[in-house]
T-cell receptor, first 114, second 114 residues
Framework: QKEVEQNSGPLSVPEGAIASLNCTYSDRGSQSFFWYRQYSGKSPELIMFIYSNGDKEDGRFTAQLNKASQYVSLLIRDSQPSDSATYLCAVKMDSGAGSYQLTFGKGTKLSVIP | DGGITQSPKYLFRKEGQNVTLSCEQNLNHDAMYWYRQDPGQGLRLIYYSQIVNDFQKGDIAEGYSVSREKKESFPLTVTSAQKNPTAFYLC?????????????FGPGTRLTVL
């Protein structure tokens, strides 16, 4: 069974701090990794994607990927109350015949305290 | 505006009834997806389609059916065989070319069984 694991939280951080969200995956052949943000009652929206080992930065967000450890993380610097949401990790797993599926973790709920 | 629309936003079903959830996109995307989300859970794939008149079962297809008669439309029918259909249903689409292309999500339909 191909799985994506995340701590459910809630993860509480004070405003201005760094929030660190973690995700592990079971399929060693996974190629690309996505972080989605989902506000309560809303649909997910893409924050970042990463496919090479190392760090990828976009504004206050940094995605980190370590394929050897099957681990991907999202760092949010200078956390703001508006960052309070559930963050979903999604992994592209090969489902054969060129098809494409994303497997989602259950999400980590982040609360930024003013 | 380009995007994905889902209707209705809220849907109430009596036990034993079939209901159909609408999903339309004007992004000219080939691939479309249906997910189900339960409280505190990640997204689970119900069905997906990569081309008109063709679709594949996801992880939890039992009790659901789909059609893909037009590129823009991918309706989902929740049948009476689905024993616990109360959930948040999300439709997504993506361009087929390119392995890193993100999935865009519609606003979702919240289905409640009375």
């Amino acid at each position: 069974q191909k799985e994506v694991e995340q701590n459910s939280g809630p993860l509480s951080v004070p405003e201005g701090a760094i929030a660190s969200l973690n995700c592990t995956y079971s399929d060693r052949g996974s190629q690309s990794f996505f972080w989605y943000r989902q506000y309560s009652g809303k649909s997910p929206e893409l924050i970042m994607f990463i496919y090479s080992n190392g760090d990828k930065e976009d504004g206050r967000f940094t995605a980190q990927l370590n394929k050897a450890s099957q681990y991907v993380s999202l760092l949010i610097r200078d956390s703001q109350p508006s960052d309070s949401a559930t963050y979903l990790c999604a992994v592209k797993m090969d489902s054969g015949a060129g098809s494409y599926q994303l497997t989602f973790g259950k999400g980590t709920k982040l609360s930024v305290i003013p | 505006d380009g995007g994905i629309t889902q209707s209705p936003k809220y849907l109430f079903r009596k036990e034993g009834q079939n209901v159909t959830l609408s999903c339309e996109q004007n992004l000219n995307h080939d691939a479309m997806y249906w997910y189900r989300q339960d409280p505190g859970q990640g997204l689970r794939l119900i069905y997906y389609s990569q081309i008109v008149n063709d679709f594949q079962k996801g992880d939890i297809a039992e009790g659901y059916s789909v059609s893909r008669e037009k590129k823009e439309s991918f309706p989902l029918t929740v049948t009476s065989a689905q024993k616990n259909p109360t959930a948040f249903y999300l439709c997504a689409s993506r361009e087929l070319a390119g392995i890193y292309n993100e999935q865009f999500f519609g606003p979702g339909t919240r289905l409640t069984v009375l």
